[in-house]
């Protein structure tokens, strides 16, 4: 009988010892996650994109696989939090990052914020003229948000965004970022609501009646 009481005993105490890993495992995991994931809007932080650039440059460079990037920035967005107020601003932010998610759609791309009002999006396997249809889809999606934007020339809220891919040349992750920000700075400097291309000809983007672009910068 002291046994059998033994042994039952036993039996709770790695029962109890089993829940409690389990749960400190799922907390773990659960301060991971918000380690890597910036707060307001669900999409990877800084942080998380820069480990996932490195990761990514390096399987690409390993595979001789093609890596794309795209910069993007809302414009005007301080006139935005100013005539609209910082919760408005939030929610702005956060639809923003849910049309990125929905562009995120395969395995290992990856939607961040970067900082402030500005997005990056990783893309493996995205060659340029894939990479550029994909930030023309999305600076569709924005526009199409239809956003009441007082302090823009349009209007209503529009993006910039600036496209690059990893050259078969001796680099490094980081530089793609720096070349899609050169990008970004040209498209907002050009017009804003455009995408431009960091490493081969591209014009404006049409707007959504097939003109081209031509908000001024500001």
């Not at 029962?15 to 910036?38: G, P």
């Not at 480990?51 to 696989?65: P, Q, S, T």
């Not at 529009?158 to 920000?181: F, I, K």
């Not at 003109?211 to 500001?218: F, I, K, L, R, W």
């Amino acid at each position: 009988m002291l046994a059998l009481i033994s042994s039952r005993f036993l039996f709770a105490e790695r029962l109890r010892d089993l829940h409690q890993r389990e749960v400190i495992a799922r907390q773990q995991a659960k301060l991971v996650r918000l380690a890597l994931t910036d707060e307001l809007t669900g999409l990877a932080n800084r942080r998380s994109l820069t480990a996932g650039l490195r990761r990514e440059w390096r399987r690409a460079v390993r595979e001789n696989a093609p890596l794309a990037l795209i910069l993007l920035d809302i414009d005007h967005f301080k006139q935005f939090n100013d005539l609209h107020g910082h919760v408005a601003g939030d929610d702005c932010l956060r639809r923003v990052a849910a049309c990125l998610t929905r562009h995120a759609r395969r395995a290992g791309d990856m939607a961040a914020r970067y900082g402030g009002e500005e997005f990056v999006m990783l893309l493996p396997g995205l060659d340029l003229v894939e990479a550029r249809e994909l930030a023309e889809a999305i600076r569709i999606d924005i526009l199409g948000l239809d956003l009441p934007h007082p302090g823009s020339p349009r209007g209503r809220l529009t993006v910039s965004l600036g496209v690059t891919v990893r050259l078969d040349r001796d680099e490094a992750g980081e530089d793609l970022l720096t070349r899609a920000d050169g990008a970004l700075y040209v498209a907002k400097a050009a017009g804003r609501n455009q995408v431009y291309v960091a490493d081969g000809p591209a014009g404006p983007s049409p707007d959504e009646d097939g003109q081209a672009a031509t908000d001024q910068a500001g």
